[in-house]
């Protein structure tokens, strides 16, 4: 299959173009409903139109779920999980699916829920330091968009702190906290374009000496740093850190929708309980109103189905395969941007827009590092050997190029 996708290396991944007629205009309602099978065939056709792992989808963080995730998806998709006096059951395994993920984070007895994602987790978790009182959050650029995000959403104040090598810089850091006064602070175990690790440690004790409070944003790093580097204290070791998010829809192989918010107690996490004054409980969770049960129990079954040693071992070999690439693009005159502590590569290219539009012609779909001039890929366990070879042939033949 490799040698195949290598000998056709210049066309790899064709994908079916769309029928014309679906092509600049918007389908109206029918007045007659279709037939069933007419529906599937054309939204089969849709589709095959478009870019899957399997087939060149190689710069997001999600990846092909586990088909035993696939399956109870759909099997639970259909109860509300937040309709908790009905559904008792499912808040169950939703706490303990967050409390397996937050043994990950090393934490013996954290609560949370599952969300739709890093970003939805990311917004929660501000929220909650806001109504704790902390209403100024400290960030690296390197953070993740929804930091900001979450901050513009709930009007706090953002001081933005340099960086050094794409990490958090903590003697800036520290100038900033004795500038601004006590806040948030997020640390990133796993940057999105550039897969660095904040100094979690070193950012905790200056949060202690300032009276702040840290969150962590392991999204991605989550199932992978925890296995990777045992002796570090990445999370909930540093008693600084009230939550954390980790999303089973990257690495834990659960499919979209399906992040993780993870909270140190109880009383953190209750100005998240809304009274919801129609449902028999009275009250709901999070942000969001109907929420399903399938991203629940998909990440239950994973963190279940791996287990310690199951996370541990996909995160050793996705941990080689990103060096292994850094490794042939060095060999071919491509440098990292930086040494990655997780499986997500930036490498340097300077006309990064072009260098994008040129692999995603031959059907490979990089994205760009953000903040230095780069292409991204993540090794999700749908980036093979054979991926990888090809993506490095395909940078060197626009390298070579240009
Ligand atoms: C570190 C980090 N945090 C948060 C997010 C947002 O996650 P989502 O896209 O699931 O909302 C991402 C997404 O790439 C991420 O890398």
Not at 87 to 99: G, M, T
Not at 330 to 350: H, N, Q, T
Not at 375 to 397: F, N, S, Y
């Amino acid at each position: 299959m490799v040698d195949k996708r290598l000998r056709t290396a210049l066309g790899i991944y064709p994908r079916e173009t769309l029928p014309s007629e679906r092509c600049g205009k918007l389908m109206p309602l029918p007045r007659e409903g279709v037939s069933w099978i007419e529906v599937l065939r054309e939204l089969r056709t849709i589709l095959r139109s478009q870019p899957t792992h399997f087939t060149g989808f190689v710069g997001s963080m999600t990846t092909v779920p586990h088909p035993l995730a696939k399956q109870v998806f759909l099997e639970f998709s259909e109860l509300n999980a937040n309709d908790i006096a009905t559904f008792r059951a499912i808040r169950v395994l939703e706490e303990e699916a967050v409390s397996m993920m937050g043994e990950i984070l090393g934490c013996s007895s954290c609560t949370g829920m599952i969300t739709s994602g890093g970003s939805e987790a990311n917004i929660a978790a501000l929220y909650l330091a806001r109504e704790h009182g902390y209403e100024t959050v400290y960030a690296s650029p390197v953070a993740h968009d929804s930091v900001f995000k979450a901050a513009r959403i709930l009007r706090m104040r953002v001081v933005r702190v340099p960086h050094t090598s794409f990490r958090i810089d903590v003697q800036m850091l520290e100038k900033a906290l004795r500038e601004n006064g006590p806040g948030v602070i997020v640390a990133t175990v796993g940057t999105t374009g550039f897969g660095t690790i904040d100094p979690v440690e070193e950012v905790c004790k200056l949060a202690r000496s300032y009276g702040c409070v840290v969150h962590v944003d392991a999204a991605f790093g989550g199932f992978v740093a925890p296995f990777i580097y045992r002796g570090r204290r990445l999370c909930f070791e540093n008693s600084a850190v009230v939550s954390a998010t980790m999303d089973p829809h990257k690495l834990g192989l659960a499919p979209i929708p399906c992040g993780g918010l993870i909270v140190r107690d109880e009383r953190w996490f209750e100005p998240l309980v809304f009274e919801a004054r129609y449902m028999p409980e009275g009250r709901q969770i999070g942000l969001l109103g109907t929420r399903s049960a399938g991203s629940i129990a998909a990440a239950w079954a994973m963190l279940k189905h791996m287990g310690w040693r199951g996370y541990e071992a996909q995160a050793r070999i996705l941990m080689d395969r990103a060096l292994r690439l850094v490794n042939l693009c060095r060999s071919i005159g491509i440098e990292p941007v930086v040494e990655p502590e997780v499986p997500v590569v930036c490498l340097a290219i300077e006309r990064d827009n072009e260098a994008l539009e040129f692999a995603r012609r031959k059907g490979l779909y990089l994205y760009k590092c953000g903040l230095a001039r780069g292409v991204r890929v993540v090794i999700g366990p749908h980036v093979d050997e054979g991926t990888i070879e090809l993506i490095a042939r395909v940078l060197k033949l626009f390298t070579s190029r240009s």
